[in-house]
C-alpha cells in the first residue's frame, strides 16, 4: 500500500494544479486559443497533474507487488483491471495519458483546441481518480 504521506503529496499536487487549470481556463475554446498565457498556464498545468497521476499510479501498482506496465496508458489500465479503480475512469486516464506526451515532447504541434476539452471535461477524471485512491488507503 502507498504511504499515506506520498499520497497525500501527490493528491495535493494533483488537485493544485487543477485548481490552476480552472482559475485560467476561459469559457470558450476560441478565448483560450487566442491566450497565450491561459495556453501555457493551462498545459503546463494538465502535464503536472498527469505526471502527477501516473506516478501515483506507478507507485500504488509498485508497492502492491505489481510489475509497472511499460505504457503510460497501461498503468491505469492496470489499476482498472485490478479492481483499484473505477475501468471505465481507467478507460479515460489511458486516454489521456496520450496529452502528456504530447505536451513534454511535441509543444510546438498541440492541438489547444484538443487541450482545451480535456482541462474543461477530464481534469475531473483526475480528480476522481484521486479520490478513488484516497478511499482505498
Same mark, same amino acid.
Given at each position: ?12 499536487? !494533483?488537485?493544485?494544479? /487543477?485548481? +490552476? !487549470?480552472? *482559475? ?15 495556453? $501555457? ?10 505526471? *502527477?497521476? !501516473? ?14 506496465? *511499460?505504457? =503510460?496508458?497501461?498503468?491505469? $489500465?492496470?489499476?482498472?483491471? +485490478? /479492481?483499484?479503480?473505477?475501468? *471505465? ?10 496529452? +502528456? ?5 511535441? =509543444? ?5 483546441? +484538443? ?23
Amino acid at each position: 500500500m502507498v504511504d499515506a504521506a506520498v499520497l497525500a503529496r501527490k493528491v495535493a499536487a !494533483i488537485r493544485d494544479a /487543477g485548481s +490552476r !487549470i480552472a *482559475e485560467v481556463l476561459p469559457t470558450t475554446a476560441d478565448a483560450f486559443v487566442a491566450d497565450r498565457t491561459a495556453r $501555457e498556464v493551462v498545459s503546463f498545468n494538465l502535464f503536472l497533474a498527469l505526471q *502527477e497521476s !501516473i506516478a501515483l499510479a506507478a507507485h500504488w501498482l509498485a508497492d502492491d507487488g505489481v510489475v509497472v506496465p *511499460e505504457t =503510460y496508458g497501461e498503468v491505469f $489500465e492496470t489499476l482498472g483491471t +485490478r /479492481g483499484v479503480i473505477d475501468t *471505465e475512469l481507467a478507460d479515460r486516464l489511458r486516454a489521456a495519458a496520450g496529452l +502528456r506526451n504530447l505536451v513534454a515532447h511535441q =509543444y510546438g504541434v498541440l492541438d489547444f483546441r +484538443r487541450v482545451f476539452t480535456v482541462a474543461q471535461h477530464d481534469v475531473a477524471d483526475l480528480l476522481a481518480f484521486c479520490q478513488q485512491l484516497s478511499a482505498r488507503q
